[in-house]
């Protein structure tokens, strides 16, 4: 009960399909996602499997073929353009890239203001502030304002994205492979900066990744997914201790270990991901799984809840 | 033509000697800013049947290493001092025409991103078959055969019709299994891979990896490994090299590295991983690699260092040997850091 006044974000079965000549990429199908306030939701998969374009759909970026989106109670998938303009402000992104995602002609003091100055929040000299407010909160030396995106490292990029993201205040950020192009060293000083920012400001981050490591440190739960279905859920302590799924289980055993001592004989999936064009009836793990059966490949296995780990499997490990 | 390369040929195969013996390589680069030193006076061994890690961060010099020994550099660059031996002998006194027919067939080279080393018009199948053509002088028909067996052995599935495909319409894993097998289907002495599994998926990157260790234990081939992934390292080398702004900085077998990291920056990197010390905070290291043309004097690494004296900045510390066969360069060893 607790829970269900604490959800920030709620969808339900989401289906987006894009067109590819005369057939359909299923990228996401069916998938119902819930994100509670002050949570980091850590949203893992291989490369196509979906991932980006979920974050996309909760941005308002894509709209869904099919299903709903509710944040706070009010429905996102039935607002008009005005009123969804409104509510975005809450919802705020930071993507892999900062290159590409920041104006190469604007002075980084400009793209932060940008946003402020779309939305008309306060005078140009309370905006100047904000901008200096924010550049502090992330480390970049004020002195720097002026400069522009070409000037600075990769990582200083990256907080110069994560600044801008936080110019309106929003209530739920959607980081898209934040750390993902960064040095090791510098990821590092990425991610403090975002458990940093939330423990100050109380954000909510969905935290799209392919690094598993990534995610285990910095998320609270975390969804797998695997071509365009969520296979797994539930609190990242769980799901990284006792995977239930056949998938989740290879997908961590994949994972190098940072320690030789420990280094064993993996367990590996063969193959690769299946098309999204076509994907395979009944589990569309079955064609990679070893312990799929005939029931796999006929039945769509439905969900299984327990201590809110969900997972969808006919053959739970 | 035929004496030089009977010349080649004649080399020891095991023999004790380093397969790739590297010393005090300087590659300069010309620039508008003058001259920049990306590689600067680096040493290393990679003995027979070893696979060696080169780690570091981007821009600390280490594909520059690879280019420089495969004489892939880009205009402007040039090797300046020091020595790159191959199987004992030296390597920068071949000709041209001597190293190009060892390129391919006893060093061979992988690349991070194998769509941008595959020709992409012509179909895979003949590209790693012309390596045979023209290193083990082979019939179309015979090296055809040789390669189907070779696609089979690193796990291409349906072998024969992929033979015919062109790259594109194969995954980033296959493609990296065809680069494999054009590299290793020579056997090779050495074989330098330059980031192998970065562009790929997690699942895809243990079946690649397991692969590598795979092959080069039964073809006995040596490896240079070069990565910024302490994980990989973790996964597959025996001897690790740990670079920063074109120096080593530390050496040492991979179970020593990983149980007494010692020099701050290498500590840096384990700090950082955030696998590792789940539940602290993870230990950044403050500010970035230098730009080339702006290299600190004395330790490269002393305006990052948490411990960095005066004497880090006044000289440029050599490599101490702190324990058998591993070594160090911090002047602050072997007082304690």
């Known amino acids: ?317 | 033509m035929k004496t030089q390369r009977d010349k080649i040929q004649a080399f020891s195969p095991d023999s004790d000697i380093a397969v790739l013996k590297i010393s005090g390589l300087r590659t300069c680069l010309k620039t508008r800013k003058g001259r920049l030193y990306p590689v600067d006076g680096v040493d290393l061994e990679v003995p027979r049947g070893q696979i060696v890690g080169l780690v570091g961060e981007s821009g600390c010099g280490k594909s520059m290493m690879a280019n420089s020994i495969m004489g892939l550099l880009p205009q402007g660059g040039m090797i300046e001092e020091g020595s790159v031996t191959f199987c004992g002998q030296d390597f920068l006194r071949y000709s041209p025409e001597q190293r190009r027919q060892l390129y391919g067939d006893r060093i061979t080279l992988i690349f991070q991103e194998p769509m941008s080393s595959l020709n992409p018009v012509i179909r895979v199948g003949k590209q790693v078959t012309e390596v045979l053509m023209l290193h083990k002088q082979m019939s179309r028909e015979e090296a055809k055969h040789q390669v189907i067996e070779m696609f089979r052995s690193v796990g291409i599935p349906e072998p024969e019709r992929r033979f015919s495909c062109y790259p594109h319409e194969l995954s980033g894993g296959l493609r990296q299994r065809i680069m494999i097998s054009a590299a290793m289907i020579c056997q090779p002495d050495l074989l330098i891979a330059d980031e192998p599994t970065t562009a790929l998926d997690v699942t895809i990157e243990a079946q690649i990896l397991q692969l590598m260790r795979k092959l080069q234990q039964e073809a006995g081939t040596s490896v240079l490994l070069i990565t910024h992934d302490l994980g990989v390292v973790a996964e597959v080398c025996d001897l690790v090299y740990v670079m920063y702004a074109g120096k080593i900085v530390e050496a040492a077998d991979v179970y020593e590295l990983f149980r007494n990291p010692t020099h701050p920056y290498t500590r840096g990197l384990l700090g950082s991983l955030p696998n590792r010390n789940i539940g602290k905070r993870l230990q950044s290291i403050p500010g970035t690699v230098p730009m080339l043309a702006e290299m600190p004097q004395g330790c490269r690494f002393a305006p990052r260092c948490p411990h960095a004296a005066q004497a880090c900045i006044e000289q440029v510390p050599a490599m101490t040997e702190v324990s058998q066969g591993h070594l160090v360069r911090c002047p602050l060893i072997p007082k304690e850091v």
């Open chain 1, 1 to 317: 009960m607790e829970r269900e006044q604490n959800v920030l974000l709620r969808a339900e079965h989401l289906v987006k399909t894009f067109p590819a000549g005369r057939n359909k990429v299923h990228a996401i199908s069916d998938v119902d996602i819930t994100i509670c306030r002050g949570e980091t939701l850590g949203l893992v998969g291989e490369s196509g499997c979906g991932k980006s374009t979920l974050g996309r759909l909760i941005l308002g970026l894509l709209r869904p073929t099919e299903g709903k989106i509710w944040f706070e109670g009010q429905e996102l998938t039935a607002m008009s353009k005005g009123e969804f303009r409104k509510v975005r402000r809450d919802i705020q992104c930071i993507f892999q890239d900062p290159y590409a995602s920041l104006d190469p002609r604007l002075s980084i003091a400009n793209s932060i203001m940008e946003p402020l100055t779309i939305n008309h929040v306060g005078t140009r000299q309370e905006q100047q502030e904000k901008v200096e407010a924010l550049l502090k909160i992330v480390g970049i030396p004020v002195e720097y304002r002026n400069r522009f995106p070409h000037q600075f490292s990769g990582g200083q990029r990256q907080r110069v994205g994560i600044a801008r993201a936080l110019a309106l205040n929003p209530k739920l950020i959607v980081c898209d492979e934040p750390v993902s192009a960064l040095d090791v060293s510098i990821q590092a000083q990425v991610l403090n900066l975002l458990a940093d920012l939330q423990n100050q400001m109380g954000l909510t981050y969905l935290f799209i990744s392919h690094d598993l490591n990534v995610v285990q440190r910095i998320s609270n739960r975390v969804c797998i997914m695997y071509l365009g279905q969520i296979c797994e859920s539930g609190p990242t302590e769980e799901i990284f201790a006792h995977p239930r799924h056949p998938y989740t289980h290879f997908l961590l055993s994949a994972v190098p270990v940072t320690d030789p001592e420990q280094r064993q004989e993996k367990e590996l999936i063969s193959g690769e991901l299946p098309s999204p064009i076509a994907p395979p009836p009944g589990c569309r793990f079955h064609t990679r799984c070893p312990y799929a059966t005939e029931v796999c490949r006929t039945s769509v296995p439905s969900k299984t809840e327990e201590n809110g780990h969900l997972f969808a499997c006919h053959h739970p490990l």
